[in-house]
Nanobody, 128 residues
């Protein structure tokens, strides 16, 4: 099982990036896939999540309107489209995945502990 993030890099304020999360060894259509980020000295914080079973999404208020999560359940990868980037968006971005079909959706209650599989992260740096 493997999750691989890509697409990070350095951009200027107001720029855009598209991150990708590719899963290997998992049944993609049955996953809930989330993006988290972690800045130096900070805890890992949730950015957004999508459930491939029904396409539902949750976007954190701090990025709502600027970040979009996109997934085609039929195929990898999941994309995180980031626009209007700010210096405070600088962090390592991780994707996490867990199998989810129905029942209690614990993204907001359990946070990162709910996700069983994680990638190694991709660095995003926004400079002014």
């Amino acid at each position: 099982v493997q999750l691989v993030e890509s697409g990070g890099g350095s951009v200027q304020v107001g720029g855009s990036l598209r991150l990708s999360c590719t899963t290997r060894g998992l049944t993609f259509a049955d996953l809930a896939i989330a993006w988290y980020r972690q800045a130096p000295g900070e805890e890992r914080e949730g950015v957004c999540v999508i459930t491939n079973s029904d396409g539902s999404t949750i976007i954190d208020d701090s990025v709502k309107g600027w970040f979009t999560i996109v997934s085609d359940p039929a195929k990898n990868p999941v994309f995180l489209q980031m626009t209007s980037l700010k210096p405070e968006d600088t962090a390592v971005y991780y994707c996490g995945a867990t199998y989810y079909y129905s029942g209690a959706f614990e993204h907001e209650t359990s946070g990162p502990n709910w996700y069983r599989y994680w990638g190694q992260g991709t660095q995003v740096t926004v400079s002014s």
